[in-house]
């Protein structure tokens, strides 16, 4: 499977294989495309803020007080329950399966999903959690753009 940098490269690449398949004069082709795009975007924009929202909630965790832990646990499951729905679907869609890079970012999904719990039950231990997250995002983060694009 080919691999872009940009989201322009991916689109021109989907048009000139379905153009190479089918003829795109046809409305109702362009139409499918248009709401095939749509909608692998749209996955990628919720997975991203989601993304940032579990990340902040857990950076967040580091810093509140013991009477705002149940909002922080609530929102923070909400946001990972997001993050694993639309990770799972945009690798369904993209029919990749599970590389090693996949199985990376689950595992470091799973640990920073379960550092902003523990925040509040290890209280001592919250400098050094506060960079683990850190690490784990990154980690996260590099997985993608070093080894989705560049493998």
């Known amino acids: 499977m080919l691999y872009t940098k940009n989201l322009l490269g991916f689109v021109w690449l989907q048009i000139a294989y379905?153009?190479?398949r089918?003829?795109?004069d046809s409305p109702l082709m362009l139409v499918k495309f248009k709401k095939i795009l749509k909608k692998k975007i749209m996955v990628q924009l919720i997975h991203v803020f989601s993304v940032?929202?579990?990340i902040s909630l857990a950076v967040s965790g580091y810093f509140a007080q013991a009477e705002s832990r149940k909002k922080i646990l609530m929102w923070s499951g909400i946001a990972s329950l997001v993050v694993m729905l639309t990770g799972f679907g945009m690798?369904?869609?993209q029919k990749i399966g599970f590389p090693l890079w996949i199985n990376v970012k689950i595992l470091c999904w799973?640990?920073?999903s379960s550092l902003v719990g523990v925040y509040f039950r290890k209280?001592?231990?919250k400098g050094k959690?506060?960079?683990f997250n850190i690490v784990l995002a990154f980690v996260a983060l590099s997985m993608v753009y070093w080894f989705r694009f560049n493998l």
């Open 18 to 20: 379905l153009h190479s």
């Open 91 to 93: 690798a369904g869609m």
């Open 52 to 54: 940032m929202i579990l």
């Open 110 to 112: 799973l640990l920073i």
């Open 123 to 125: 209280p001592e231990l």
């Open 129 to 131: 959690l506060l960079v």
């Open 22 to 24: 089918t003829s795109l």
